[in-house]
């Protein structure tokens, strides 16, 4: 009888890709194995499997020589999705190493088949994969993921404006989100307001709006705030949040948040839209920028700034400015980018044209000019805020 041995040798006519479960058993029961990830910095740090050398793919017949001098020995290559690693592992074959693979879909593979890693962050594995195409990027990385998860937002509003902005700022991975709202959901609004669907009509916007977020992202913290912003109330929430973005619709929210910024020293992302038209801006004069008053003095009157309650507003509109906001925040978060600070985006959508205006300080601004009457949110300054969150 044929008498047959066992061997984890593969051959030279074997397949250039092996699974990673297969990869797996050889790492676990050849202790010849030598795998190498031939990934990018950027990469390598979602992740990466346990013993793995790192070696740059132009580099890697140099030392793979270093590493093992058995031509004979288990080769396991792997990049982000298996592409790039099976012409690594097809080179290291031509020069005599005939046991070279690539991990069949690369990191991402061996992520899926619920595979080991080594995370040498402070992330979970879970969060490594689900902001990894953020991590890809050389201007977020490992610690703009940190800082992403470790912000606080207030969106002023639960409307079309904070609906696009605030899903995608939750799939970013901003930690935590306040919204405040004290309206309910109504038919009309569902033309834009895709927080909400036709089973909300009728609920608190602030609760469909928190359910919607936790379904795209449950780890994201909401804090909602069921009421009306007033002079008397505003500093005090707004100050335990980085970044304020206004989504309303009201002249008088929008100063109101405009002066309370101001006093708290935090930036202040404006957006606006009805019809077909849309603004947006970053007011922050702490930053050298103006603030709303060194353009409008004061909130004109209700009849010369009609809401899209009354004028109307195409659904698509808000959520395009929206998602201006939300870009402008995540620069903020992570101090990428130029701001919209001193610039002011105006856009219709009928023609698709978009202008990036210049805007300056006002010396004589009533709030943060050279000689400011406005000192307060509360007290003796005359200033109607027209109360209350109209969201578009």
Same mark, same amino acid.
């Given at each position: ?43 390598? =740090?979602? $992740? ?9 793919? !132009?580099?890697?017949? $140099? ?8 031509? /004979? &020995?288990?080769?396991?290559?792997? =990049? ?19 046991? #070279? ?8 593979? @061996? ?17 490594? %994969? ?26 002023? $509003? ?13 799939? =970013?991975?901003?930690? %935590?989100?306040?919204? #405040? /709202? +004290?309206? @309910? ?11 909400? $669907? ?12 928190? &359910? ?29 949040? /980085? ?16 002066? %309370? ?22 007011? @922050? ?5 103006? =603030? ?44 990428? !980018? ?5 610039? +002011?985006?105006? +856009?219709? #959508? ?28 509360? !007290?003796?300054?005359?200033? /109607? ?5 109209? %969201?578009?």
């Amino acid at each position: 009888m044929e008498k047959h041995t066992h061997s984890n040798k593969t051959t030279p006519e074997d397949t250039r890709e092996i699974s990673a479960e297969k990869a797996l058993h050889l790492m676990k029961n050849d202790p010849r194995t030598v795998v190498i990830d031939i990934r990018s910095s950027g990469e390598t =740090c979602l $992740g990466h499997l346990k013993g793995a050398r790192f070696v740059p793919l !132009g580099l890697i017949e $140099g030392e793979l020589n270093k590493l093992t001098g058995d031509r /004979d &020995a288990p080769v396991l290559v792997y =990049c982000g999705f298996g592409d790039r690693s099976i012409n690594a592992a097809e080179r290291l074959r031509k020069m005599g190493f005939t046991n #070279a693979h690539s991990i069949a879909g690369g990191y991402d593979g @061996w992520l899926n088949a619920g595979l080991e890693i080594v995370a040498d962050c402070r992330l979970t594995v879970q969060q490594l %994969t689900r902001y990894s195409r953020n991590m890809l990027l050389p201007e977020i990385g490992e610690e703009g993921q940190v800082k992403l998860l470790e912000a606080k937002v207030l969106m002023v $509003g639960a409307g079309g404006l904070a609906s696009s902005a605030g899903l995608y700022l939750a799939a =970013c991975g901003v930690g %935590t989100i306040g919204i #405040a /709202d +004290y309206d @309910w959901v109504d038919l009309s609004n569902l033309n834009r307001q895709v927080f909400h $669907g036709t089973h909300d009509v009728g609920q608190l916007k602030v609760n469909s709006a928190k &359910a919607s977020i936790e379904r795209i992202n449950p780890e994201i913290r909401v804090i909602t705030y069921a009421m009306r912003l007033t002079p008397e109330n505003t500093l005090d929430i707004v100050k335990e949040y /980085d970044i304020i973005m206004d989504a309303s619709d009201n002249a008088g929210t929008k100063f109101l948040l405009n002066d %309370t910024c101001f006093f708290a020293g935090k930036p202040y992302v404006f957006g606006g839209a009805v019809g077909f038209d849309g603004q947006a801006t970053v007011y @922050w004069p702490k930053e050298k920028g103006p =603030c709303i008053r060194c353009l409008f003095p004061k909130p004109p009157p209700r009849a010369l700034a009609p809401t899209c309650s009354e004028a109307g507003v195409l659904g698509v509109v808000p959520g395009q400015i929206g998602l201006i906001q939300a870009t402008e925040v995540i620069k903020l978060i992570l101090g990428i !980018g130029t701001p919209m600070i001193g610039k +002011y985006l105006v +856009y219709n #959508a009928l023609t698709m044209e978009t202008r990036l205006l210049g805007i300056g300080k006002n010396p004589d601004c009533a709030l943060c000019g050279t000689n400011p009457t406005i000192t307060g949110l509360v !007290g003796d300054h005359s200033i /109607d805020y027209d109360g209350g969150v109209c %969201t578009i």
